[in-house]
């Protein structure tokens, strides 16, 4: 397991892709080179932004309303989410790491949009800010979520990790979030494609009461580079006032062999119920 007072983001490559598997599950996160899937599915990512918001998408936010916003990056997120070919394009990308697809599940590419000042001026986006696991939301402890910046980011409008709780508990009321009855409230709830006021209504399990997490660990990245992390790691996303809206894409992966042999994280606090593992993507 990682060592909290010592952990660093690690840039050097992992031998293969088991490899990565291993050092995600023990609290390793891993920041690596852009390579030619990511930078294909950046650019394409990038040019559909430009179709929905016009020139310069980061400032998109200065030339209209958050509603409005939202509402043209509503069929976008969708076409992302279940568009066959960004199937593929995951496919193509984990194969790059040295993974076979046909061994992996994955719940597909999500786009995410921190506004610039959204954390003071958009209260239905206040969940997107709440320090979590992504266990928390049904997922399994071999959980890898995997992270792809659209644009160069500085340290500040990235999101952080807070090793010394990746194998301690951190009070939080996950129990009462139950998969099955997530989906029941619609997909659309889940994906982010509608319901613009969701955020407000939603139930997101979260921390109960006020933690000293301990060191927050952040970090810059380049267009295109790969962030792997577990999704048992402590972690938020945090408010920026660049003046620009911040756009990345993640995904999260599953190795259905780690995961029948009860490899992953260690679960220290993690109660939800149900899994999200059963409306996973798979290859036949
Ligand atoms: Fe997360």
């Not at 696991?133 to 952080?160: C, K, M, N």
């Not at 059963?278 to 036949?284: K, M, N, Q, S, W």
């Amino acid at each position: 397991m990682i060592e909290p007072a010592s952990f660093a983001i690690t840039r050097e490559a992992p031998p293969s892709f088991a490899a990565l598997r291993r050092g995600v599950y023990a609290g390793e996160v891993y920041l690596l080179e852009p390579t030619p899937g990511s930078l294909a599915l950046v650019e394409r990512v990038r040019a559909r932004l430009a179709d929905v918001l016009g020139d310069d998408p980061r400032r998109a936010q200065h030339r209209m309303s958050n509603d409005e916003l939202f509402a043209r990056l509503s069929p976008l997120r969708r076409e992302l989410y279940c568009d066959a070919t960004y199937h593929d394009a995951l496919r193509a990308l984990l194969r790059e790491q040295g993974g076979d697809p046909a061994a992996l599940a994955f719940d597909p590419l999500r786009l995410r949009v921190v506004r610039s000042r959204g954390d003071v001026e958009v209260p239905a986006a206040r969940a997107v800010y709440y320090p979590h696991r992504d266990t928390w939301y049904a997922h399994p402890q071999s959980l890898v979520a995997w992270w792809i910046p659209l644009d160069d980011l500085g340290e500040d409008e990235t999101f952080a990790f807070f090793p010394e709780r990746f194998e301690r508990e951190v009070p939080n009321d996950s129990e009462a979030f139950d998969y099955d009855e997530w989906v029941r409230d619609g997909w659309e709830l889940k994906i982010g494609w509608q319901r613009r006021d969701a955020g407000l209504t939603a139930r997101y399990p979260g921390v109960l009461g006020e933690i000293a997490a301990g060191r927050a660990v952040g970090f810059s990245c380049q267009r295109g580079q790969h962030l792997a992390f577990s999704g048992a790691h402590f972690h938020a996303t945090l408010p920026q006032a660049t003046g620009r809206t911040r756009f990345s894409l993640d995904f999260r992966l599953v190795h259905l062999g780690d995961e029948a042999a009860g490899e992953g994280a260690p679960n220290v606090d993690g109660r939800s119920r149900g899994s999200a593992l059963r409306d996973y993507v798979r290859t036949p």
